[in-house]
């Protein structure tokens, strides 16, 4: 199982991301896979692409998102486990970096696709980008 971030997918929409070439290389890998996201994550992609390429544009990420990943609610349990995470990194972390990290527990995936970075700070997983 692997967790997909938002930058995957924002990367795979956008041709002029710096991060394009790396999502279309990684999306063979990810096709072989279990793939879980959170409500967060959908959130974060859909906004990103539409300001970037238009509300119709956002509306594909959502349809690729919703037909390829289990999508997990950032529920009010997930939510208190994530501000405790999200405390330990001393927000280096995004609040929803967090929430997919406690998803990511709750599931024992170790990898996640993404270009970011604060990502390595966390012992444990493996970002694939």
Aim: glycine share 8%; aromatic share 8%.
């Amino acid at each position: 199982m692997i967790f997909v971030d938002s930058s995957y997918f924002i990367a795979m929409a956008n041709r002029e991301d710096r991060w394009h070439g790396g999502a279309k290389r990684l999306t063979p890998r990810l096709e072989r896979e279990d793939l879980v996201t959170s409500d967060l994550v959908l959130a974060e992609a859909v906004t990103g692409v539409g300001a970037l390429l238009g509300g119709k544009a956002g509306k594909e990420t959502y349809d690729v998102i919703v037909d390829n990943c289990s999508i997990e609610v950032a529920s009010p349990e997930r939510c208190g486990s994530a501000i405790t995470m999200y405390l330990h990194y001393d927000g280096t972390l995004s609040f929803a970096d967090a929430v997919s990290l406690v998803v990511m527990q709750e599931f024992g995936a170790q990898r996640i696709a993404s270009f970011d970075a604060d990502f390595d700070r966390v012992r444990g997983i493996e970002r694939l980008a």
